[in-house]
């Protein structure tokens, strides 16, 4: 009787994990340019999984540059995970968004939202910076898409391709709002 109740109990937990797993994909997904005032000249076409690129070995995302202070915006709505100070990024916030994804703002100059916040893409979350690794360089911010659903069809033979199926390219859903 007892492990019955364990295993409906079980049954039920996964039945409502599955639903919230649904529920994130479904969830609907437009991405902004996280740079106000940003243009497709701000950044590089080609800096995504661009080697080589220091203790990184490969750049999984895209650098937007722009003039320090320069406010940040999500590109996407969801929850903040994290926001402080990381070696690498210097000044972080972690967002996870629609399907699953996390978009990852580095560099930032000043962080200005919270840990567990819900924002939208008219939140002010922080402003562009160099901080971490980037001190001493033009200010940008370093913006990352990865999904924490591998998508195995991504991986290729290149320089670290088996990574290639948790990061997004950013640039293609950026030049998406140029079109």
């Given at each position: 009787?007892?492990?019955?109740?364990?295993?409906?109990?079980?049954?039920?937990?996964?039945?409502?994990?599955?639903?919230?797993?649904?529920?994130?994909?479904?969830?609907?997904?437009?991405?902004?340019?996280?740079?106000?005032?940003?243009?497709?000249?701000?950044?590089?076409?080609?800096?995504?999984?661009?080697?080589?690129?220091?203790?990184?070995?490969?750049?999984?995302?895209?650098?937007?540059?722009?003039?320090?202070?320069?406010?940040?915006?999500?590109?996407?709505?969801?929850?903040?995970?994290?926001?402080?100070?990381?070696?690498?990024g210097g000044n972080v916030v972690f967002?996870?968004?629609?399907?699953?994804?996390?978009?990852?703002?580095?560099?930032?100059?000043?962080?200005?939202?919270?840990?567990?916040?819900?924002?939208s893409s008219k939140n002010v979350i922080?402003?562009?910076?160099?901080?971490?690794?980037?001190?001493?360089?033009?200010?940008?911010?370093?913006?990352?898409?990865?999904?924490?659903?591998?998508?195995?069809?991504?991986?290729?033979?290149?320089?670290?391709?088996?990574?290639?199926?948790?990061?997004?390219?950013?640039?293609?859903?950026?030049?998406?709002?140029?079109?």
């Amino acid at each position: 009787m007892y492990f019955r109740k364990i295993l409906n109990t079980v049954k039920k937990l996964f039945a409502v994990l599955m639903v919230v797993l649904v529920i994130g994909f479904l969830v609907p997904q437009k991405i902004i340019m996280p740079v106000e005032g940003a243009t497709k000249k701000s950044y590089s076409q080609n800096s995504f999984w661009a080697y080589p690129w220091g203790k990184s070995v490969t750049h999984k995302g895209v650098d937007i540059f722009a003039k320090r202070g320069t406010n940040i915006r999500p590109a996407t709505g969801g929850i903040v995970l994290y926001k402080g100070t990381v070696p690498r990024g210097g000044n972080v916030v972690f967002i996870l968004g629609p399907k699953w994804r996390l978009h990852y703002y580095a560099h930032l100059d000043k962080i200005k939202t919270k840990t567990f916040s819900v924002v939208s893409s008219k939140n002010v979350i922080g402003s562009v910076g160099n901080t971490g690794n980037a001190v001493g360089k033009p200010s940008h911010l370093h913006y990352t898409i990865k999904t924490i659903i591998p998508y195995p069809w991504r991986i290729d033979k290149s320089i670290q391709g088996k990574r290639k199926m948790f990061y997004l390219n950013p640039i293609k859903y950026l030049n998406e709002n140029f079109i």
